[in-house]
C-alpha cells in the first residue's frame, strides 16, 4: 500500500472524497431545494466550517473545548466593523476609531482582518489554555467564551452593545460557502495527517508513550489550537455577512452547545465533525417546525419552545455513555473507503487489511 | 554483606575502560512526594555496552529508567548524556538527542497502526529517511513487513513488544532504555526477545535494561547493577554478579 506511507496524498484524498459528497448535497439541494432550504444548507456550512475548525483541536488533542464560538465572534465581528457601508457606521458606532469608521473593505481583507484577531489571541491566551486537559480545559474555555460576550456586550462605540449591529454587506453566497469550506477542510485533514496531528493523536492514546517517543505534546497542541481557532473566524465572518446583523447573544451558550452538540456526536475525525452536523442540522430543522405545534392522531401539541435544546442535551448524554468515540469514531471517510475496498478484494490488495480484527491470522499469539 | 561492599568498589565502572562513557548518574535521587523511590544512585554506561539493573519488584529500577528520559521526577543528583547535563531536560528533549526507552508494558499506540507507531518513534526524521530505516528494521523484526498496515492493538503480546522495540530503534538512538521486556510474555516469545537484545548487542547498540529474568539478563549482559530499596546494592562485571552468591542476596533482598 503504497498510498499509506505518505501522509498528505491521504488529506488529499480524503478531502476530495468528502468535497465530492457534499457537493452532491449542495448541488441537489440547489436544484431542487426551496428557498427555505437553500438558507437551511447555507447555515449547514457555516456551521460544518465552525465545526471542523473545533475538530483540528479537539480531534487531534481529545480535548473539549467551550470557547471556539468566541473565535467565531471576533471574526464575525472583525469582518463586520471594516466592511459594513460608513454611512451606517457613522450613524450606529459613530464614537468609534477613524480607521473603523471610514473602512470599506472587500469581504477577503476584511476576513482576514477577523481571522488574524482570533489568531492573535488564540496565541496569547493557547500559551496557558493548551496545557490544560479535562474539566480545567472546558471550565477555561467557557470562561473565554463568556470574557469574549461580555467584552462584546459592553464595548458600545465599536460593537453597538448588545445592540445588533445590522448593515454588514451580505457577502455570504453559496459560492463563498464551498470555497471556505474546500480551503478549510484541506487544511485540517492536512494537519490531522502531519506529524504533529499523528503525534498529539497518540498522546490521545497513552500520553506517557508518547513523551517517551518524544512528542512535544504542548507545543502540537499549541499548533492545532491557533489554526483552529482561526478556521472558527472564518465560520463566524460568513455568518456575519450571510445574516446581515449580528448580536452577542448570537454566539453565546446556544451556538456553543450546538456546535459542540455536532463534535461529541460525529465522532473524532474530520468525517465524525462532517456527520455530526449533517445529522444535527437535519434533527434541529425537523424539530424546529415541531417546536411550532404539531398533531399526532387525537394527540396534538400546540407549541413546544425549547424541544430543540432538550433533544440536543439528550443526544449528548446518549452519546457520552453508549457510544463515547462518536458516531464514526476516529475513522476518516477514506480509512472506510480502504477498508471497504480491501474487503471486496481481499486477495488483489494482498496486504492485510488496515482493520484486520481476525485473530486467526496470526498464529504467535 | 562485605563481598558485596567490595563488588561495588572494584567495578562499578565500565568493563572496557577504553570505551567512552556516555551515560553518567550522579547521586541520583527521585521521589514520588514523601516517597523515595531511588537514593543517591551513581550508574554509568559506556557506549556498546549492555548494562542491567537487577532487583526486586518495588526497588526502584524501572523509576530509574523513568527518571533518565525525564518521566518520574528527579528530586537530586545529576544525569549527563554524552556529556551534555540533561537533569533538567524535557521528555522530548532528551528523547530527541539520542536517547529511547522501551516502557514496560510495551504501551504501543494502540488504535494506531504498526507504521505509524513507528513513525512516531522516527518522528525526528525525515519522510524518506524514516522509510530507509523502516526497512532496515526488517530483517530484525519480519513482523513490521506482514503487519505494517495492521493495528497495533490487534497484534499479540510478543508481536508488540517487538513493534515496541522497533519503534524505540527506529530514530537511531545512541542509548536504549529497556523496560521489562519479558515480562507477561510466552517462554517462546521471551527467547525471541532475548534473541533480538544479542542481535542488538551484535549491531553495537547500547542497552540499560531491567529485567527480573537474572539469569538471562546476567547471560547477555557486560555489567549489572543490583538494586534494592532504592539504593544500589551491588555492581559489576555480570560474570561476577552471576555467582550463587549474589544471585542469594539478590534473592534474600527479593524476600524480604
Sequence with gaps: MAMSQKWWPRALIGSAQILVLVSLIVAGVSLLGSSTDQRILTVFLINLIAAIGLQIYTGTSGIISFGHVGFMALGAYGSALFTADPAIKAMGIPNAPDFILTSAMGFLPAMLIGVGVAAIVAAVIGRVFVRLGGSAAAVATLGFMVMVFTVLSNAEEWTRGAKAFSGIPAYTTMGWCMGAFAVILVIARLLRESDTGLGLRSSRDDAIAAQASGVDVVNSRYVMWVASAACSAVAGALYAHYIGAILPKAFHFELTFLIVTMVIVGGQSITGAIVGTLLITILAEALRRLENGFSLGSFSLSEAPGLTTAVLALLIVFTLTMRPQGLVGRWELDDLTMRWLAKRRPAASGAALPFEKDRERNPAA | ?256
Excluded at chain 2, 535521587?29 to 526486586?56: H, K, T
Excluded at chain 2, 523509576?63 to 544525569?79: D, K
Excluded at chain 2, 504501543?108 to 522509510?131: D, K, P
Excluded at chain 2, 510478543?158 to 537511531?172: D, K, N, S
Design chain 2, 1 to 256: 554483606m562485605s563481598s558485596l561492599g567490595n563488588q561495588k568498589d572494584s567495578s562499578a565502572s565500565p568493563a572496557n575502560p577504553a570505551a567512552e562513557v556516555i551515560l553518567r548518574a550522579t547521586g541520583l535521587a527521585v521521589a514520588y512526594g514523601a516517597v523515595e523511590a531511588v537514593r543517591n544512585l551513581d550508574l554509568e554506561v559506556a557506549a556498546g555496552e549492555i548494562v542491567v539493573l537487577l532487583g526486586a519488584n518495588g526497588a526502584g529500577k524501572s523509576s530509574m529508567l523513568n527518571a533518565i528520559v525525564g518521566l518520574s521526577p528527579r528530586v537530586g543528583g545529576s544525569i549527563t548524556f554524552e556529556g551534555h547535563d540533561i537533569t533538567r531536560k524535557s521528555t522530548e528533549m532528551i528523547v530527541r538527542s539520542g536517547i529511547s526507552l522501551v516502557p514496560e508494558g510495551r504501551r504501543l499506540f494502540s488504535n494506531m497502526t504498526v507504521r505509524e507507531n513507528l513513525r512516531l518513534g522516527g518522528a525526528a526524521l525525515g519522510l524518506a529517511e524514516f522509510e530507509r530505516e523502516f526497512e532496515r528494521l526488517h530483517d530484525l523484526f519480519p513482523i513490521l513487513r506482514k503487519r505494517a498496515d495492521s493495528q497495533a492493538g490487534l497484534l499479540s503480546g510478543g508481536e508488540q513488544q517487538q513493534v515496541a522495540i522497533a519503534r524505540a530503534l527506529v530514530g537511531r538512538p545512541r542509548l536504549l532504555l529497556l523496560d521489562e521486556p519479558s515480562l507477561g510474555l510466552a517462554p517462546i516469545i521471551v527467547n525471541r526477545v532475548f534473541e533480538i537484545i544479542e542481535e542488538l548487542r551484535r549491531r553495537k547498540v547500547t542497552i540499560l535494561l531491567v529485567e527480573q529474568n537474572a539469569e538471562r539478563a546476567l547471560k547477555i549482559a557486560d555489567r549489572g547493577y543490583v538494586m534494592s530499596n532504592g539504593v544500589v546494592e551491588a555492581a559489576g562485571r555480570a560474570a561476577d554478579l552471576q555467582t550463587s552468591a549474589i544471585e542469594n542476596a539478590y534473592l534474600g533482598t527479593a524476600g524480604a
